[in-house]
């Protein structure tokens, strides 16, 4: 919980000074008590007392205070609401290490059935863009909220040649940036980029990454597959020989670090379906602060009244 108005707290600090200023009347009550009756006729004198039940209007009422101070502070809290009208791309390294078995049945089909289950889960006005990218990169789908279109493209996805991250994430803000503005703004946009290593070739990615930061489109990386992974190339000569194609999750981190977005890893199946699940729910929803004032402010009045029905209830039956 936060406050939208915290200098106001400082009255706070009157509270003790209110519950000094009560103890010393209440010193002076019971001194003027003495100097009418002796302490041996004040039974007879006064035979219903309301003992410590006396201090209980003035607890309600110190309590009350408080909570119009904490009232008058807006009180906020923070929580997730659902985001209307967004474009997310979904940028997938398709190159020829996206072949590699290490996540079954291979990288490029577990990336594909991930983002099915993503494009599921997001709410269905939100708008759902697909990249691929390898030396080039190619929109399969502009952002749209046609989720057959949008599964249509993630299958036509094939692996062949090399990486191209930074001419990825300039083409994918290229197109978020040109989404139809909305009461002269344009609606939150995000990328989601998919690969298993660095880029080989084409733009400095981190300077992508820093341009899509300008434009307030946040990048936010996966970095899939495990150190183990392995494909097949052709050798020079002919034959073949195996090499190996681990992920690169500290290049990745850096561009997603540079866009202001968030960067995750995937080292299996199960793995990479819990990151889209995540991403999914981050993505679907922003954070707002809503006041709760009025919950702050209605235990005042309840504790203010509690303390008044006190007063009258005990009080009057001594008069």
Not at 51 to 66: D, F, Y
Not at 146 to 151: E, T
Request: charged share 15%; no cysteine.
């Amino acid at each position: 919980m936060s406050f939208a108005a915290p200098l106001v707290l400082l009255a706070l600090l009157g509270l003790p000074l209110l519950a000094l200023m009560y103890l010393a009347e209440q010193r002076t009550r019971v001194t003027a008590a003495a100097a009418f009756a002796s302490p041996a006729v004040q039974a007879s004198v006064a035979p219903r007392r309301p003992g410590w039940r006396r201090h209980l209007p003035m607890l309600a009422i110190l309590i009350a205070i408080a909570l119009l101070i904490l009232a008058a502070a807006r009180p906020q809290r923070t929580v997730a609401v659902p985001v209307e009208r967004a474009s997310i791309m979904l940028a997938t390294d398709v190159s020829g290490s996206m072949t590699a078995k290490d996540l079954a049945p291979n990288r490029l089909q577990a990336a594909k059935q991930a983002a099915h289950r993503f494009v599921q889960q997001v709410p269905s006005r939100v708008n759902v863009g697909v990249m691929a990218f390898n030396d080039i990169a190619r929109v399969l789908q502009s952002p749209t909220t046609d989720r057959q279109a949008v599964n249509a493209a993630i299958n036509g996805m094939t692996p062949s040649g090399g990486t191209a991250t930074g001419n990825a994430i300039d083409t994918a803000v290229g197109v978020l940036n040109r989404a139809p503005k909305l009461n002269g703004k344009r609606p939150p946009a995000a990328l989601v980029l998919l690969s298993d290593g660095a880029s080989t070739r084409g733009r400095d990615p981190v300077a992508a990454a820093q341009a899509a930061r300008k434009l307030h489109i946040p990048v936010y990386t996966v970095a899939l597959g495990t150190s183990n992974g392995t494909i097949t190339v052709p050798r020079r000569g002919g034959g073949t020989v195996t090499q190996r194609v681990p992920p690169d999750p500290a290049s990745l981190a850096q561009i997603a670090r540079a866009s202001g977005g968030a960067t995750f890893t995937a080292q299996t199946t199960a793995g990479l379906k819990q990151v889209y699940e995540k991403l999914g729910s981050q993505l679907s929803h922003r954070k707002e602060k809503h006041q709760i004032t009025t919950a702050f402010a209605g235990g005042a009045a309840v504790l203010l009244l509690a303390g008044l029905g006190m007063s009258l209830g005990w009080f009057g039956r001594l008069i």
